[in-house]
């Protein structure tokens, strides 16, 4: 039976339509679906009748929390069971003023980047538009009274967001609808490692905030970082980035994981500067989160600092990103469900 969290507003009117129900019963539950209802029953301002049915030939399951741990940051790492025994992770990042949601789009990874201990999961498979927006259910419910605080929602948990890309975009059509998660487009944020169809088609289905993992300047260094390179390689994937239309005063992040040795060098950086020219960028450092299995150190901070008074010289907004979580491996690059 069809899970209607799986479902675009629209799609339910019509499918509620083919049963003799007004446009009307789908916004009513569309509504309920966002709020986290379990069951048809909780949803009382419909018919007996019509709850009776739903309970009878539709399904609106979510995953199942298993296990949350909570790091001395206040980061909260939450393991959740779908409904065919496959395990996801997704971490709530405390902010200063809100918490951001740290989402999941596959189970496992394709992309097969070096630095990424989620990519030793392997691919197992996609995620379905209600899995990828139960998260947000199953995270305001951890957070209790304070789940009006979870505004920003970052799409760089398990997984490549952008090689699932039509529940993606049902799942962003719903979080962003008044009706739905009502989340602002400016709170939300897709990351991608480099699908360029995929990167220049969502830039035109929908308007939400754009992230590029980038690691390295040069195809050569990037290849074997990122397999991905070797199918769209950095000269495309940068040309698309100069030819998106984004909003007024937004800008591309570029995301630049720091690895001692390998990327971290003043040079390193002029290069970056030097390839980023004519695109909207501001760009965030990640020193390396080390992880069992991954032959890679965090640089030094004072190469992180020379590293980044480089690109800051260049005229870039540069921030250093502050690893949260890491003590429960919870930070960028650690996720890892070991429970199959």
């Known amino acids: 039976m069809p ?10 009117e019509e499918y509620l339509s083919d049963q003799g129900q007004p446009p009307w019963r789908a916004r009513q539950i569309f509504r309920w679906l966002a709020r986290g209802a379990k069951n048809f029953e909780e949803m009382t301002d419909l018919p007996k009748a019509l709850r009776r049915h739903l309970t009878q030939t539709a399904d609106i399951s979510l995953p199942r929390l298993t ?6 940051d206040g980061t909260i790492k939450l393991a959740l069971r779908l409904s065919d025994g496959a395990l996801i992770e997704t971490v709530i990042i405390p902010e200063r003023d809100h918490y951001t949601l740290c989402l999941s789009s596959q189970v496992g990874c394709a992309m097969g980047c070096a630095f990424c ?7 197992r498979r996609n995620l379905s538009p209600g899995e990828i927006t139960g998260q947000i259910i199953l995270a305001r419910e951890i957070l209790g009274e304070e789940a009006s605080r979870l505004t920003n929602l970052v799409f760089m948990g398990m997984g490549e967001p952008l090689a699932n890309y039509e529940a993606l975009l049902t799942a962003l059509r719903n979080i962003l609808h008044p009706l739905g998660f009502g989340f602002s487009k400016r709170r939300v944020t897709v990351s991608t490692s480099g699908l360029v169809p995929q990167l220049l088609r969502l830039s035109q289905e929908i308007v939400v905030k754009l992230a590029i993992s980038l690691h390295a300047p040069e195809e050569g260094l990037r290849s074997q970082l990122m397999p991905v390179n070797r199918t769209w ?10 030819r998106l239309k984004l909003p007024r005063g937004w ?3 570029f995301e630049y994981l720091l690895l001692e040795g ?17 695109i909207p960028a501001k760009i965030n450092l990640i020193p390396f989160n080390p992880a069992p299995g991954l032959p890679f150190r965090c640089p030094s901070e004072e190469r992180i600092l020379a590293f980044q008074a480089e690109l800051l010289k260049a005229g870039y907004t540069t921030i250093i990103r502050k690893s949260k979580g890491r003590d429960i491996s919870a930070a960028c690059g650690q996720l890892y469900a070991r429970v199959a």
């Open 3 to 12: 899970n209607l969290r799986d479902f675009t507003l629209e799609a339910l």
């Open 67 to 72: 296990t949350q741990e909570k790091g001395a």
């Open 117 to 123: 201990l989620t990519a030793k999961m392997e691919f």
């Open 233 to 242: 390689p950095l000269k495309e994937l940068l040309s698309v980035c100069r």
């Open 251 to 253: 800008r591309i992040t």
């Open 262 to 278: 390998i990327n971290d060098s003043r040079a390193t950086a002029q290069k970056l500067a030097w390839i980023l020219r004519g």
